[in-house]
């Protein structure tokens, strides 16, 4: 079964960056789009980035020039650098594999303090 697992969160202070990962299995990696999200406390969660089999990517307009996806095939990771944090930058961000009816992580916490 699709197994994805989310490192990588932590506490930053804010102008900081982070890296998050995500390992995936029990699927094709290279052939499927991958995208993180993210969900604030009393927030809907909402898309940060997405990729696409050859690389093409999508942001939120709230992390352009600050978020970068990339993918490594080779070793099934999706990552997610994550630069000049912001204070609403906090919340649970979320792996997810658009393979089939798609799957989720199970979130790693990102806090970004002033």
């Known amino acids: 079964q699709v197994q994805l697992v989310e490192s990588g969160g932590g506490l930053v202070q804010a102008g900081g960056s982070l890296r998050l990962s995500c390992a995936a299995s029990g699927f094709i990696f290279s052939i499927n789009a991958m995208g993180w999200y993210r969900q604030a406390p009393g927030k809907q969660r909402e898309l940060v980035a997405i990729?696409?089999?050859?690389?093409?990517?999508n942001y939120a307009d709230s992390v352009k020039g600050r978020f970068t996806i990339s993918r490594d095939n080779a070793k099934n990771t999706v990552y997610l650098q994550m630069n000049s944090l912001k204070l609403e930058d906090t919340g649970v961000y979320y792996c997810?594999?658009?393979?089939?009816?798609?799957?989720w992580g199970q979130g790693t916490q990102v806090t970004v303090s002033s």
């Open positions: 997810k594999s658009y393979f089939r009816q798609g799957s």
């Open positions: 990729i696409n089999s050859g690389g093409s990517t």
